[in-house]
């Protein structure tokens, strides 16, 4: 969806590195979902954005909202190849609960 | 929990066929969404309902797609008839009141 770009499209890292996804809204966000994909599988729920400024992390992955809520990252500290995966961002824009989704972020984590 | 539940996982047709996919929602959860994934697209939303009733199907492409939910444990996508460009992952994803949306695994769709 051009309302919600991601970026990188790929990335390939070192096991061990850090990494960090974006996710850009063209309007305000209600609510900003991060989703985790593997291939021929469905979504994974990772973590939920709601309010300006949040951030949540669980084990090593940390989801951050901007003040302004047009603005997400996804950080991973110290990737693993177990963190390989297809990293989606949802956007709610009109608190009605359906989500539109960006294309997506490819990761490799090379052993 | 079973999670969101659809069938089939797979589905090989000819063009022309009709085809229908279902899916079974989590227990309790008052939405379900219907969503299409390709490599082009990437995953665009359907339609999706709010206690079985229809509330924007604007993603539907043609009049050959239809869904319907005709109780809160069960819903259909159907596509008649079939063509190649149908081709894709549909997924199927149900949520509740201040809930994430939850996916099923998927059924993917071959119309040759």
């Known amino acids: 969806s051009q309302e919600l770009e991601q970026s990188p499209q790929s990335l390939i890292v070192q096991e061990g590195k850090n990494l960090t996804i974006n996710c850009t809204s063209s309007k305000t966000l209600y609510g900003l979902y991060w989703y985790k994909q593997k291939y021929g599988e469905g979504l994974i729920f990772l973590m939920m954005?709601?309010?300006?400024?949040e951030e949540k992390s669980h084990e090593k992955i940390t989801a951050k909202l901007d003040e302004k809520k047009q603005q997400s990252s996804l950080h991973i500290t110290a990737s693993q190849p177990s963190h390989a995966g297809i990293y989606l961002c949802?956007?709610?824009?009109?608190?009605?609960?359906?989500?539109?989704f960006g294309q997506g972020t490819e990761l490799s984590v090379k052993p | 929990d079973a999670g969101v539940i659809q069938s089939p996982r797979h589905e090989v047709t000819e063009m022309g066929q009709e085809v229908t996919l279902r899916c079974k929602p989590i227990?309790?959860?008052?939405?379900l969404f219907w969503y299409r994934q390709t490599m082009m697209r990437g995953l665009e939303l359907l339609i999706y309902f709010n206690n079985n009733v229809p509330i924007d199907d604007s993603g539907m492409p043609e009049d050959r797609f239809s869904a319907k939910m005709p109780n809160a444990s069960f819903s259909t996508l159907k596509i008649q008839p079939s063509e190649p460009r149908d081709s894709a992952v549909y997924f199927c994803?149900?949520?509740?009141?201040?809930?994430?949306?939850?996916f099923g695994n998927g059924t993917r769709l071959t119309v040759t």
């Open positions: 227990s309790g959860h008052n939405s």
């Open positions: 954005l709601q309010k300006g400024g």
């Open positions: 949802g956007a709610d824009h009109n608190q009605g609960g359906k989500l539109i």
């Open positions: 994803a149900s949520s509740g009141n201040n809930s994430p949306l939850h």
